[in-house]
Structures are given as C-alpha cells and as structure tokens.
C-alpha cells in the first residue's frame, strides 16, 4: 500500500470513527450519560448487519437502513425503560447501568456468534476500483466517505433545524425550562439516545465491510470514540469529524509502517496532542526566539 | 371565575420546608403580585405550580383540574407558562431558537412570533445572536416572549426586574398591559414592593413560606406590607 492510498483509506475510515465519537457525545451532551455500552453497539451493528447479508438477499444499503432502524429502537429501548430512571446530576449509576448492559451484550454475542474473527463479505463490489489522476481508489471506501459525511451533514441539519434538534440542544442547556415548555424529558433523552446509537451502530456496520471484527472489539472502539470526543470537543460536529479523520490516517498509515504495532501510533498521536495542549505553545515559541 | 386555586401547599427542599400551607387564588384576567424577602419561598411556590418541585401536601387546581400530581411538561400545555429566576435562556441557541422551542408544544392562541416581535420590537435587531451574548434586558424580554410563545392562560413572573436598570424595567413593565389584554392571567413575583403594588389586582405577602398578608393592592397600607415582608409586628 503506498502513502497515499494509507492517507485515502485513513479518511474513510476516519469518517466512521468521527460518527463513534458523534454519538458518545451526543449521549453525553445531551443527558450527561457516559455510554460505556458504545463500543458494543458498535459490534452489534456489525453482526447485525452480517446476519442480514447473510440470510437475506438484500444489498448492503437496504441492511444498512436496516440496522440503523433496528439500532435506533435499542438506543430508544435502553433510555426509555433504564438510563431515564437514572438520570440525574450524578452520572455514576447510568455508566455503572451501561457497563453491565456492555457485558450482556458482549456475552450474548459470544454465545450466539462463538469468538472468531471475523469478516463482511458483500462480493464483487468490494473491489471494484477508479482511477483518478493516476491514483487507484476503491469505489465502495469512497462511498462509505461519502456516508459518512452525508450523515454528519444530517446530523448538523436535524440540530439546527428541526424542533426535536433545537429540542436535542436545549436540554443540554437547561432540561428544567424544556419541560417549562411543554416539552417530555424523557421522549427527548429516548429520542436522542436513539439517535446515537444509531450512529455508533451504522458506523461499526460500515468499518465492518473494509476490516475484521470479533464480540471483543467493543473496548477498541469505545477507547476510539472516547478519544474522538477528547480531541475534537464535545460541542462540536467540525471538531469530532476533524478528529475522526485525524485518528484514521494516523491508525491507517500506522497500520501500513508496521502491521503489528498499528493501533500504537492512534494512542501515541492521543497523548502527543493531549500534551501539546497542555503545553504553553506561544510562551514555548516566545522563549525558543530569544 | 377562579383560574388557580392553591391550598395547603408544603413544599420542601429535600429535609427543608420551603412553604407552609400556603393558600392562593388568582381569577381569570387577574394580576397577582407576591412578595417577599430573600428565602421567603416565593420562587419554591411557581416551582411547585408549574411541577419543577412537586409539592408535599396541598392541592393545585387550574379551572377547577387538580393538577398537582402532574408532570411539569403536562402543567405547562395545560396553559401555565414560567420566566423563571435568572432569566435562564438556552444559550447555545439563537433567540429566535428559544422563542421557537416555546411555540413547538404550544397550545392555539394569539401569540406567535410576530406578535412576539411586536411586543419587542428591539428584539428583531438581535434576533440571530445567540442567547448567551445578551445583556440583561435583552435575556428578560426574551424569557417573557418565550414564555408568551406558549399561549398560556397562566404566566407566573419570577422577578423580573433583578438586576435591571430602572429604565429597562420600566420598558419591561409596560409590556404587562399588553399581555393582560390578550387575557392572559398574572402572577409576578417581586422584591420591590412599589412596583409590585402598582402592577397587580391583589397581592400576597410571603413570609419565611408563610402568607402573612393578601389583599387588593389599592387598598392594603405600605406600612402593613412592609409589616408583613420584614416580619415586624405590625405597626
Ligand atoms: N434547590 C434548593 N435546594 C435546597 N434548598 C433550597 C433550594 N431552593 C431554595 N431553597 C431554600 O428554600 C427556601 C426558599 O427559597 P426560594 O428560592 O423559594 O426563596 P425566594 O423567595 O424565591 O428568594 P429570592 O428572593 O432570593 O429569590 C430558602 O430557604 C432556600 O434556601
Ligand atoms: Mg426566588
């Protein structure tokens, strides 16, 4: 793989991992919830979508639409009948709530799947390919981009401009005046948490098609999500899409230097940027000029 | 015909009591002022009418509907609206995003956004600017229009003058009329008991959660409110 195409794969694959970190911040934003259960709905996704291709004659993007339907009704599910009865200024027990639900999840999918590594196959298109400007670029990489910046486009437009959107951002303000308004918390918190985990869960589908995967990569993922969020801000769609693909180049290209240490270079780019923010970069600068 | 009828009402604050008893009644196109020192429990009380604190004991009734077990949200399309203490806008949002979020679940009447910048007509200049960069005044006329948004038949008042300039309170004041014309009942809770007096039909005074003086406010003496608000025997 030259530079190149490991840069051009690092961004599709950076896209997904910029919707991991949308929706960890979306839960935590909104209600103040720290989803530990994340990374697994992550998989889910996955092996949902896997188990459709594989029973069902449908293409990839009918499954997709279905998976995100189905994951919508788990976020929806899991706030409306147990984080809303947790909600409050301390978040511990709804992390505690979600950690045990992650466990559950992991094991069920261990008891129904077995352990293997595996892989999405979803046939030719997998390798179809253009040219351009000499570059060789995967059709179904630039598509799954393309996805994922569509989906972040709607996500921005559905905040912005709809009511349950302006609704998602008030009750991350005040929830008190919400109700004051008219508006039910809980149905607003159901609807949000469906919301993200509809982005975790299409988003671990599509990372699915281009690597492998096992009832154990929540963790992975979840630790990628945290580290989005981090780096690209809680408030900020730009700054959890810009850190999304910063991290995929650096795991990609990482990957591509050396096969065996890939994930190293993701965490070591995380903590280099955590310190250089804590670093006084001007005073550094001022000091190095003298 | 009485719109809210309030009796018995405890509220606390986890071990604390915040009211005791307290007895309340406004009548369809009345204006109600309650005052009260610091910690008298006057904004306990709109919390526990428009169910942010459920109250303890007591009943809430609004035309005659016992309302006191229900939610916050239901309260409020039933047609009580709040401009809580503090203003508190949602500043992320645009103010016309808030004035909007106070539309969404509202009930049919006369005030939309148009009539909203009729009533401020200074509000149209910063329309767009979010919420959180206003001044004082600017976040008071917006916590009120939003409230207005609703179309309550109820609009409980938590001090809207704190910490205003005296001419921007008058502004704010004067839009009271208007509000009471589109038959829109009142209740305003205020430290200052001139202009409290001068806004309202009736008033109550609330002492450490207790009232300890109610009448038409043409008729009860300066002299007694401030008996009442302080705790002073009464002269
Ligand atoms: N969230 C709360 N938790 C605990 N105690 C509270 C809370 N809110 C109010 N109190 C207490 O309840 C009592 C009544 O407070 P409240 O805020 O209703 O008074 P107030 O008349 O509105 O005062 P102010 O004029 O300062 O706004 C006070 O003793 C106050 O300390
Ligand atoms: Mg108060």
């Known amino acids: 793989m030259t530079l190149l195409a490991a840069v051009l794969n690092g961004l599709m694959v950076g896209g997904l991992y910029g919707l991991f970190g949308l929706g960890l911040a979306l839960a935590f934003g909104i209600m103040r919830v720290v989803n530990i259960a994340h990374g697994e709905f992550i998989v889910l996704g996955a092996f949902l979508g896997a188990t459709v291709l594989a029973v069902t004659p449908l293409p990839l993007p009918v499954v997709v639409l279905v998976v995100a339907i189905s994951a919508f009704a788990m976020g929806w599910l899991m706030q409306a009948t147990m984080l809303n009865r947790l909600v409050g200024p301390n978040p511990i027990p709804a992390m505690i709530a979600t950690m045990g639900l992650s466990i559950i999840i992991r094991n069920a999918l261990v008891a129904v799947y077995g352990n293997n590594i595996r892989a999405i196959d979803i046939g030719p298109v997998q390798n179809l390919g253009i040219e351009v400007a000499g570059v060789a670029l995967g059709v179904l990489p630039l598509a799954i981009f393309a996805l994922s910046v569509a989906m972040f486009l709607a996500v921005g437009l559905l905040l912005r401009h709809s009511t349950t959107g302006r609704a998602f951002r008030a009750a991350a303000d005040d929830f008190e005046i919400l109700e004051t308004l008219g508006f039910n918390r809980r149905r607003v918190y159901a609807l949000a948490m469906g919301l993200a985990v509809t982005l975790a869960a299409v988003a671990g589908l599509l990372l699915a098609v281009r690597s492998s995967f096992t009832p154990f990569s929540g963790i992975e993922r979840l630790l990628i999500a945290f580290q989005v969020v981090i780096i690209g801000g809680l408030g900020s769609l730009r700054g959890s899409f810009l850190a999304g693909l910063f991290l995929g180049v650096v795991h990609v290209v990482g990957l591509s230097l050396n096969p065996n240490v890939g994930p190293l270079f993701g965490h070591l780019a995380f903590i280099l940027i955590l310190i250089l923010r804590q670093a006084d970069l001007p005073a550094i600068l001022t000091r190095r000029g003298r | ?235």
């Open chain 2, 1 to 235: 015909m009485t719109l809210l009828t309030v009796e018995g009402l405890d509220v606390f604050h986890g071990d604390l009591q915040a009211t005791f008893g307290v007895d309340l009644q406004v009548a369809a196109g009345e204006a109600v002022a309650i005052i009260g020192a610091n910690g008298a429990g006057k904004s306990t009380l709109l919390r526990a009418i428009i169910g942010l604190t459920p109250a303890r004991h007591g009943t809430i009734r609004l035309e005659g509907e016992d309302i006191t077990r229900l939610s916050c949200d239901m309260i409020a399309r039933r047609g009580i609206a709040l401009v809580p203490e503090g203003r508190r806008l949602f500043p992320s949002l645009t103010v016309e995003e808030n004035l909007r979020l106070g539309s969404a679940r509202a009930r049919p009447g006369p005030w939309n956004l148009e009539a909203a910048y009729d009533l401020f007509p200074a509000m149209t200049d910063f329309r767009h600017r979010p919420a959180g960069m206003l001044s004082g005044g600017q976040q008071q006329m917006v916590a009120i229009a939003r409230a207005l948004m609703m179309n309550p038949r109820l609009l409980l008042c938590d001090e809207v003058s704190l910490g205003l300039a005296p001419a921007i309170i008058g502004d704010i004041y004067a839009c009271f009329r208007r509000i009471r014309d589109s038959s829109v009942s009142l209740v305003l809770v205020e430290q200052d008991i001139l202009r409290a007096r001068a806004a309202s039909d009736r008033v109550y005074c609330l002492l450490k959660g207790r009232v300890t003086l109610q009448g038409a406010s043409g008729e009860v003496a300066l002299d007694a409110i401030r008996a009442a608000y302080f705790g002073e025997a009464a002269a």
